[in-house]
């Protein structure tokens, strides 16, 4: 990992994207890292840090997608400009983007490390899954995006094309499970609780396909079998 940096960065705006929140950071000497990887951000009061997926990576700024589900993704939203805060990364296996028909799939907060995947791929076609209206405003942040509304799941527009493609997924464990059905070789971004972010304390173990993975050194992004 040798672009490894830890670094506090300076809040440069938290902008409302429906229900989430677009925090965007002065980047300093860190360096933005492959899509699907991840930094370590230290909410202010906080012991632990959290991990957040790279959203974008605007010139001299990291952006980080974050849904306000308790008191550490909270107090992230809660930052304002010029505020400061630790940052460590990136970290973890991203996306590969060696492939020839990608198409992008995302299930709400899953949407977030899309933007900068799409990016790097040349803005493939992707299929976002919400739960509301609201929900989807975040859609806006990927091109060409196919959006589906619950009680519609984003896997039913993907069943009929997923084997002409290269899927990459990034959503919540049912839909991520969904989609290795519908597409086995597929990428999958998946998530666990995490306290270090580099393989040191295992609390981000977790069992798939039998043997245990540190999710934060293996994964978040592993190829479903
Ligand atoms: C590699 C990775 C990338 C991530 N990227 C993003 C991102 O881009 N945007 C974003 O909003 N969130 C992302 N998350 C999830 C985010 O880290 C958690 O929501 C956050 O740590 C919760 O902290 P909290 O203190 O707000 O809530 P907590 O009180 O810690 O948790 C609130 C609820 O969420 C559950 N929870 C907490 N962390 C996780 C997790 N990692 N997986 C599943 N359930 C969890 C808890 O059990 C609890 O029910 C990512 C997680 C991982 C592992
Ligand atoms: S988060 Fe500590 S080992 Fe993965």
Known sequence: MPELRRERLRVLAVEQVGPYSLLRVSRGMLTPGRPGQFFMLSPPGRLLPRP????????????????????????????APGNTLD???????????????????????????????????GRPPALLGFRSE?????????????????????????????????????????????????????QLAWEAPMACGYGACYGCAVELDGSWKRLCVEGPVLVAA
């Open 52 to 79: 957040m997926s790279l959203c974008l990576a605007p010139p001299g700024e990291l952006a980080f997608l974050i849904d306000a589900v308790g008191p550490g993704t909270r107090a992230l939203c809660a930052l």
């Open 87 to 121: 940052v460590l990364g990136p970290l973890g296996n991203g996306f590969r983007v060696d492939v020839r028909r990608p198409l992008l799939v995302g299930g709400g907060i899953g949407v977030a490390p899309l933007p900068y995947l799409a990016e790097a791929l």
């Open 134 to 186: 609201h929900h989807a405003q975040a859609a806006a942040l990927v091109p060409n995006a196919e959006v589906v509304l619950e009680p519609t799941y984003v896997t039913e527009p993907l069943a009929p094309v997923a084997r002409r493609h290269d899927v990459l997924a990034c959503g919540p464990e049912p839909m991520l499970a969904a989609v290795r059905e519908l597409a086995p070789g597929a």
